[in-house]
């Protein structure tokens, strides 16, 4: 069983990267530990930047999203008792687009099936071998049974728990990570969402956000402990709490209803130095996290798989290594503007444990300058609408 590029995960980043490679006529096979219907059931990220949204295009995966998506051209963040709008059209001429992750993966596993190219699901024991030489191999079991690929590159889409990353020697990469001290707690539900746009709420309990993905299915999300699970909530709590934090005129247009999805999800800011070792190559969260705020994690994966599909087409199409070579340089660059406002738009919203007096009247501050600065949105609004890439 060999194939040019091997692929492990069969998440967002390993189905787009398959998917562009696919089109340019290079071999792929795809390596997913789940079964596709777990992978379909994960709950994640809503937003997209007109990045990703035209590599689904050029993925041939764009009708659906076109279609079914939601353009937004700004959101509302509140604070303090007042809130104001940011025109992200107006600052920059592009919005954002609504449509969830899970709907992305749908769209790129059925362009997949009707590629016929081979995706393997419920696969274990992935040992990705002689990265660092010239005949990579990427060893796994299948249904009880030992099978070896061997193919020219590796890319690892294994997302922030897979082998990839770890198969770089220590001594060859270096971390950078910061853990926040709370957690969000999401909770999906089919009542129609509160507002037209998002919500970003800096309230004295702490954060809240008030999120789609149409007009029948709301994401709602409040900042929680750490220690808190999805079972120490009931819906009313959550319904209670989420009232508390957003602007009292949503509160008071919230439709409530039960949550079909709740869960939680710690706040990390990773990155991994390099991004590539040999022929082993990371893309998205296998790289790099980020904090949910500002959804940008599916959009720095996005970001990756383009410089990397675009570097294995250079080489495949003719012979030219120059652009793989630069792989690592090239999406680190962005990766780093990416967690920088990810870290920052955290930082502005949240309310930290051991926050002083100090800190409190700094936040209000920056959110004083965003709202009656121009040039503070313009800048929120380039980095929240996507950093070319
Ligand atoms: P993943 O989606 O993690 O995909 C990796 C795939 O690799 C998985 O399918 C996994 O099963 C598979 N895999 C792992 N190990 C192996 C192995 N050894 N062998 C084979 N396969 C393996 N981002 C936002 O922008 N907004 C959000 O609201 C948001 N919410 C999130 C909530 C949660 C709970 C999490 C975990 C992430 C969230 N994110 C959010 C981040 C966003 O979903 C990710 O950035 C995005 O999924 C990254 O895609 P990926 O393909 O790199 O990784
Ligand atoms: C969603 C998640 C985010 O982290 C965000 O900033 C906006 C929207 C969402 O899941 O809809």
Redesign the pocket.
């Known amino acids: 069983m060999d194939t040019q590029v091997a692929i492990?995960?069969?998440?967002?980043?390993?189905l787009l990267l398959g998917q562009l490679l696919q089109r340019a006529g290079i071999g792929t096979v795809i390596?997913?530990?789940?079964s596709r219907e777990h992978?379909l059931g994960r709950i994640?990220?809503?937003?997209l930047e007109q990045g990703l949204v035209g590599l689904m295009r050029q993925a041939g995966c764009g009708a659906r999203l076109q279609a079914e998506g939601f353009a937004h051209s700004g959101a509302t963040i509140s604070y303090a008792e007042q809130s104001f709008r940011i025109d992200f059209e107006a600052l920059t001429g592009k919005p954002v687009m609504v449509y969830g992750?899970t709907e992305v993966t749908r769209d790129l596993y059925d362009a997949r099936d009707r590629a016929g190219a081979p995706i393997h699901f419920g696969?274990g024991d992935?040992v990705i071998d002689g990265a660092d030489g010239d005949a990579p191999t990427v060893s796994f079991t299948e249904d009880g049974t030992q099978r070896t690929l061997r193919c020219d590159y590796v890319a690892g889409?294994?997302?922030?728990?897979?082998?990839s990353r770890r198969t770089i020697p220590e001594t060859q990469r270096r971390e950078y990570e910061k853990v926040y001290p709370f957690g969000w707690l999401g909770v999906l539900s089919r009542t129609r969402p509160v507002h037209h746009e998002l919500i970003y709420a800096n309230a004295p309990r702490g954060f809240a956000l008030c999120s789609m993905r149409n007009e029948g299915l709301s994401r709602y999300y409040v900042q929680c402990r750490l220690d808190d699970t999805p079972d120490s909530w009931s819906d009313a709590d959550f319904w209670e709490e989420l009232k508390r934090r957003i602007p009292p005129e949503a509160a008071e247009a919230l439709v409530t209803g039960p949550a079909i999805e709740k869960?939680i999800?710690p706040l990390r800011s990773f990155v991994c130095e390099p991004m590539s070792w040999g022929r082993l190559f990371l893309?998205?969260?296998?790289a790099h996290i980020v904090p949910?705020t500002g959804?940008?994690?599916?959009?720095?994966?996005a970001a990756d798989v383009h410089y990397l599909s675009r570097a294995l087409i250079a080489r495949y199409a003719r012979g030219d290594e120059t652009l793989l070579r630069r792989y690592s340089e090239d999406a680190l660059a962005r990766v780093w503007k990416t967690e920088r406002f990810s870290w920052w738009f955290s930082g502005l919203l949240h309310r930290f444990p051991d926050q002083s007096g100090f800190e409190y009247k700094m936040q209000l501050a920056e959110l004083d300058m965003l709202r009656t600065s121009r040039a503070a949105q313009a800048l929120m609004a380039e980095n929240y609408v996507g950093l070319p890439y």
Request: hydrophobic content about 40%; some cysteine.
């Open positions: 492990i995960g069969g998440g967002p980043a390993g390596l997913e530990r789940q992978v994640r990220a809503g937003v992750q696969v992935v889409c294994d997302g922030f728990h897979g082998v869960s999800a893309c998205g969260d296998a949910p959804a940008k994690g599916l959009n720095a994966a």
